[in-house]
C-alpha cells in the first residue's frame, strides 16, 4: 500500500505530532508498505515531499493566490492572520498536485485543513482519512484569550477569527470519508459540535516505540537535593500553566524542599515568569526551554504535571507513565481518559489551582502513593500504548476506507 501522510502545520517540529508521524511511518514501512510526508517545512516557506526534491517554494505560488483571494475577498488582506491562513491552505493544494496524488493508495490528513484542501483536489476514488489530533476552534478560542484579554468569552466567539476556524473544522470533518480520534472526547466533539456521524469515526489511543523508550532510559539517576515537579509543553494559555504557578505558590507556604522545572518554550513565557516573580517564585520555578533530551528531565522527576485546559491524548503524559513518574492532570478534554484517579495517577478540576495544589502535597506528603502510581502508570502504560496496537487498528482503518471505495 502506498500511503500520504498530509500536514498543513510544519513538520518536523518539536511535539506530539511529528513524534506521531515518524513513528507510524517508520513502522508501515517496517511491514513494507511506502509512505510520503507531504508537509509545510519549519521555516514555513516551502511544502514538500520529505526527502523529496524540488520544494515548492510559497512565494512562487503567493502572487497567483493573492491576486485571486484580493478579487473575491477584497478586505481579507487587512486580517493578517485569516489571510495567510488562506494563502498556506492553497499553496498545500497546488504543492499535491504538483507531486501528484493518483500515485497513492490513500490519504491520511493530520488536521482539518488538510483534509479540506486534500479532498478538494484528490481523485475522485482516492480514500481521504483524518485524524483529529486537537480542536482546533477550541484551540482559537484560547488564542484569542490570550491576544485579546479584555474581551469577553461570548465576544470572542462572536468574532470573525473563531467562525472561520470553526468553519474550517466542520469542512475538514465533512469532506473525511472516516477519521481517528484517540480519545471518546474527541470522538463526542466531532459527533456533538460537527455532525460527524457515528459511523465514519474510528477511536483508538496513540502508541509509542515502548521497547525502544524503556531501552533509552533504564538508568535512574541519584535522588535530587529537592523533590522535582516537572511539566513539559508549550508555553501557551490552553496548557493551564497559570494555574500550576498558582498552585505552587500555596505549595510553597507549606513547604521548600521541592522545586518545579518548566520545559518547553511558547509565547506565554514572559508572561509565566511575570508571574512566577509577583509570587515570589523565581528561584523554585526554572524555564529550561526547549531539549531533544526529555528522558534526562524525567529521570530526575518525581511528579509530572499536566493541567491542561484543552488536550487530547499528549505524549508527554504517555511518557512521564512510561518513565515510572507519578502523574497528575485537570479533568479537561482527554486528559482524564489517561489516568485512573486514584490508583495511577490523580485528576484535578481544570483551573482549580487550590485542588491541584492539594494533589500536589499529597504526591509529596506521601513517597509510598507515589511508588506506587509510578508502578502501577507505568504497567498499564505498557499496555495501553502499544504502538503494535495503534499500527493494526490504522492498517484496519486503511483498508475499510479503500473496500468503501470498491
Not at 234 to 257: E, P
Request: glycine share 6%; charged share 20%.
Amino acid at each position: 500500500m502506498k500511503i500520504l501522510l498530509v500536514s498543513y502545520y510544519p513538520l518536523p517540529y518539536p511535539g506530539g505530532i511529528w513524534t506521531f508521524v515518524s513513528h507510524l511511518k517508520d513502522r508501515l514501512e517496517r511491514l513494507g508498505h511506502t509512505v510520503d510526508i507531504l508537509s509545510h517545512t519549519p521555516d514555513t516557506t516551502k511544502y514538500r515531499i520529505i526527502g523529496h526534491q524540488p520544494e515548492i517554494s510559497i512565494s512562487q505560488l503567493s502572487s497567483y493566490i493573492n491576486e485571486h483571494l484580493t478579487k473575491t475577498f477584497p478586505t481579507l488582506h487587512s486580517n493578517y492572520w485569516i489571510f495567510y491562513t488562506e494563502v498556506y491552505r492553497y499553496s498545500l493544494e497546488f504543492s499535491s498536485l504538483y507531486y501528484g496524488l493518483d500515485q497513492y493508495d490513500i490519504i491520511h490528513a493530520q488536521d482539518v485543513i488538510a483534509a479540506r484542501a486534500m479532498s478538494r483536489v484528490k481523485p475522485k476514488n482516492t480514500p481521504l482519512v483524518t485524524s483529529a489530533h486537537g480542536f482546533l476552534s477550541g484551540e482559537v478560542l484560547y488564542v484569542l484569550k490570550t491576544l485579546y484579554p479584555q474581551q469577553t468569552e461570548h465576544q470572542l466567539l462572536d468574532s470573525f477569527e473563531y467562525h472561520y476556524h470553526k468553519t474550517l473544522e466542520f469542512l475538514g470533518y465533512q469532506s473525511s470519508d472516516f477519521i481517528h480520534t484517540q480519545s471518546s472526547w474527541m470522538r463526542n466533539n466531532a459527533i456533538n459540535d460537527f455532525s460527524v456521524s457515528p459511523d465514519k469515526l474510528f477511536t483508538f489511543p496513540y502508541g509509542m516505540d515502548i521497547e525502544g523508550f524503556l531501552q533509552s532510559s533504564s538508568t535512574k539517576l541519584p535522588s535530587q537535593d529537592k523533590k522535582v515537579i516537572l511539566f513539559m509543553g508549550r508555553l501557551v494559555y490552553l496548557k493551564g500553566i497559570h494555574h500550576l504557578i498558582d498552585a505552587l505558590a500555596l505549595l510553597r507556604s507549606d513547604r521548600n524542599d521541592w522545586e518545579c522545572w518548566i520545559l518547553g518554550e511558547g509565547d506565554l513565557k514572559d508572561e509565566l515568569q511575570f508571574q512566577c516573580k509577583r509570587l515570589g517564585l523565581e528561584n523554585v520555578v526554572k524555564f529550561l526551554g526547549l531539549t531533544d533530551d526529555i528522558q534526562h528531565f524525567l529521570k530526575q522527576a518525581d511528579i509530572f504535571v499536566l493541567p491542561g485546559l484543552q488536550d487530547t491524548q499528549p505524549h508527554s503524559v504517555m511518557e512521564a507513565q512510561l518513565s515510572g513518574v507519578p502523574v497528575i492532570v485537570s479533568d479537561a478534554a482527554g486528559l482524564p481518559e489517561m489516568v485512573i484517579n486514584g490508583e495511577n495517577g490523580l485528576v484535578a478540576a481544570a483551573g482549580d489551582s487550590h485542588q491541584l495544589y492539594l494533589h500536589l502535597k499529597h504526591l509529596l506528603d506521601n513517597p509510598l502513593i507515589r511508588t506506587q502510581f509510578a508502578s502501577r502508570a507505568k504497567e498499564w502504560a505498557k499496555d495501553r500504548w502499544s504502538m503494535d496496537k495503534m499500527v493494526n487498528n490504522f492498517l484496519a482503518l486503511y483498508n475499510h476506507a479503500i473496500s468503501s471505495r470498491n
